[in-house]
Structure formats: structure tokens, C-alpha cells
């Protein structure tokens, strides 16, 4: 089935910017809504953004609206999370994840281990 690795997490300022990427394989990677979910410490994993499967369309939480950007490339089999104007609120381990168009994190089948991402005020 399919395999999802994250990348490009790291410590950052407030205000600064970071861009994190999933590489997928094992799959059809065109089959699957491709979202992303963060944890932060002692909080329960909450929904960031999903996109369609032709990457058409996209979702994002009220939270990161405006400040956060995802993007695919199907023929890479790659999604990434452009986020900026970071805020320590947005210190949490983000995950990808694959599965069908949905907020819930039960929809998702298929998610990586996650890449910590560090905002320092």
C-alpha cells in the first residue's frame, strides 16, 4: 500500500516561514485526497488542509487559513504545506495523510510519522 514520508520540519521564528513536504509510494497516488493534520503537545491530532485528488481543490483550517498553502504533484507523487507568518501556536508534529475528502482523521488510511515543526517567539 502506499508509504508517506515527511520532510522539511525544523525550529523557526515567529513571523518566519517553512515549506514540508510528503513523498508517497507504493501507490497510486492520484487515487487519494492528500491532507495534513498536526499534533501539538497534550492536544488531540486537528485537521490543517486537504487537497482533491487532481489538486483542484483545496481546505484549510480556519486557524491556518490565509497563512498556509498545500500543493501536489501527481507526477512526483509529492504534496507539500507552504506555511508562513508561522506563530508559536504552530508548534505541533505535522503529518500527511492519504484518504477520501473529509476533516476526519478516521478517513485517512495511510499517514507518515510526522515532522516536528518548532515556532519560537
Known amino acids: 500500500q502506499v508509504q508517506l514520508v515527511e520532510s522539511g520540519g525544523g525550529v523557526v521564528q515567529a513571523g518566519g516561514s517553512l515549506k514540508l513536504s510528503c513523498a508517497a509510494s507504493?501507490?497510486?497516488?492520484?487515487?487519494?485526497?492528500m491532507a495534513w493534520f498536526r499534533q501539538a503537545p497534550g492536544k488531540e491530532r486537528e485537521f490543517v488542509a486537504h487537497?482533491?485528488?487532481?489538486?483542484?481543490?483545496?481546505n484549510y483550517a480556519d486557524s491556518v487559513k490565509g497563512r498556509f498553502t498545500t500543493s501536489r504533484g501527481n507526477a512526483k507523487n509529492t504534496v507539500a504545506l507552504q506555511m508562513n507568518s508561522l506563530e508559536p501556536e504552530d508548534t505541533a508534529v505535522y503529518y500527511c495523510?492519504?484518504?477520501?475528502?473529509?476533516?476526519?482523521?478516521?478517513?485517512?488510511?495511510?499517514w507518515g510519522q510526522g515532522t516536528q515543526v518548532t515556532v519560537s517567539s
Open positions: 487537497i482533491s485528488r487532481n489538486g483542484g481543490l483545496t
Open positions: 495523510a492519504g484518504g477520501r475528502w473529509s476533516y476526519f482523521q478516521g478517513d485517512y488510511n495511510y
Open positions: 507504493g501507490g497510486t497516488f492520484s487515487n487519494y485526497v
